[in-house]
């Protein structure tokens, strides 16, 4: 349809139409106009922070020498302050000016943590002001910055990703940073600077407090990532932190778009949907979406890496010749792993099934985790001792394996322990290109391998097709066959089931609704001679019609289709329990600073419990930092969390693992999370994983 201008003004201006096309919708109206509950810590005008020395903390002996203003940190409660003297009030109310920068990946929720801190900010003193860091890190150390306006809290309220104040990868990680850092927040007037990140941002804050402590400027942490390896207990164990901000959003985001595939999958029986969700290393996410979707197959690296091969090591104890490949997944069993899986499935009528893959799998993978130190400390190296960066130097594949081919040769030369050998350089060669070129991946600010950047389930689905084909080839891989489906078509063709059954399939006899062709029957030319041999047709005529289509049926084909869940999950917006987690953070971001606390990531206590139980604290950084190997160097960082495989959580995933697999004939046990209500009866009130996790514990407790 053609529209004369002037119609098609008239037609814009339409009350109707306005409102249909403007970019705010009544589901974003009423996202904004929300206001999550306050913790009740929070329900009064003033809270102060009470040392708690119930929890304990190991120190590191580098952290004493690093931090050490920092590291005598104690773990700090937040209550409501009843009756404050003066001297307390005049402190509380004091006129501030606080900095805040979000740092790394998006994580729903982000905004709130704003918001929380705006409004307890105003609420102490309506002069007070919020200025937010642009772009991430990089705004703090090149003073880019914005002021935070009422208006601009409420058009962000309860909404997904960092789109207020952008973010940014990098990391204030030298002298030269760390000093334009300084100068930045003592130029603004910062009386203090909340640093919302992951594990590495949480390091930064507190090398920030320790720096800016003679300045007067408090330094907090907020614990975010999706990935939701940011957890904190003490030295005995005691929960401290149970998960990071916007992983419940992502993994209800990428449940529910998962979840969808599984109905795809059981409706049109075509496909098997790989799934890589992200994570980086940690598999908490797969985890939870295993948890909400039960989807047929879920990998959890941190499973994979405590695998021991049985069969090797009755080998060891036999011949008494230790074999470490005993001990940890290779990928080739990975493969297996799924293979069996596949083939279990399709033998009861379902070429079909719904895979997760957590994108940082191939770290808990023998052969490849090996790769990845070796390639990271070779790469560090060189950068340490070069004027130029590795991938700046060596841009194409061909020179990077050029340069490790010449490092062999040369190492191989020297004597002595090579970090690269010839053997090392032959398994490498063997890896397709796109993996090699994975692995070599430039790594980020941090050093952290990229995951995100591999094809990881390209890399394993390779293996799984090629195994597929040799178990097809030797008759394994086969499709069940209904058995009401083969006697129709064989009686509509006059047949008798009963004479071809036994001699066509290997389980005719059993009680089985669905029958497996025999295994030598492996081509149409295999077929005949059976059924020739059974003395079913005579030599010189053709095979019936049924019997053949019945044979071609019984040939899967492993058909997939690949998704990734990683970005669109990130911005999604964020769950009721991520609104009210991260808007409650931000209010114990600001009575962290009203009390005068440094060098604490604010969190909240009992995130696994009921909201009533919810209790806002500030988690001592410093003592919870270790030395660690980053970039081929020591260094003191936070602990990154992965999925303990104690926990009651991954127990319960693993006890139904075969249940979910659902290599049985009738429906499968999938489970439908959802769409992200936000508010609502129906609304999950938090993270399954936390919630199983939590009953453990206490039936442990109990028990
Ligand atoms: P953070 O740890 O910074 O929150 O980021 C997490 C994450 O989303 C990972 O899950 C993923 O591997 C990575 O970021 C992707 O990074 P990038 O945004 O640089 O592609």
Redesign the pocket.
Known sequence: MEYKNGFLNEFLSHPDVREVTASVNPSLAERQAYQPPRCSAFMKPYTGTRKDSAFRFILDSEAKRQLPDMVKNPLLRIDTVDSPDRDFKEKYHRRRTIGIVFS??P?PGGHNVIAGLFDAAREANPDNRVLGFLMGPDGIIDNQVTEITPQRVDAFRNLGGFGMIKTG?TKIDTRTKMSLSRETCKKLGLDALVVV??DDSNTNAAFLAQEMAVDGIQVIGVP????GDVQVRDADGKVLCAMSFGFHTAARAFAQQISNLCTDCSSDMKYWHICKV???SASHLALEVALQTHANITLIGEDLAEYVDKDKLAVMKQTGQYDFSAYGMTLRHLSRIICDGVVRRAAVGKNCGVLVIP?GVLEFVNEIQVFIIKLNTIIAEYNQTHDQDFHQGFPRLEDKLDYLRELARRLRQEGGINIWNSHDDELFNDIPSFFQEGLLTER?SHGNF???LVETDKVIMGMVKDHLNVLREKGIYRLGIERGYFTTLLERDGLDPDRYGPVLFSNYNDDNDHLLIRRGIISKKTLKQTVNNAKLISGDSSLPAAVVKIYEKSVPRFKTQTHFY?YDG?GSTPTEFDCRYTYNLGLTVFSLIANGATGQMAAIMNLEKDFSDWKPIGIPIAPLMHLEERKGKLELVLEKCLVDTRSPAFKVVKFYREKWLAAVPGDDDYRLPGPIHFAGASEETRPITLVLNNLGQSDEAGG
Not at 224 to 227: N, V, Y
């Open positions: 790394g990946g994580a990868r990140g992951g975010k990532t999706i990935d992200m994570g980086r994108e980020d990229q995951f995100s990683g990130r």
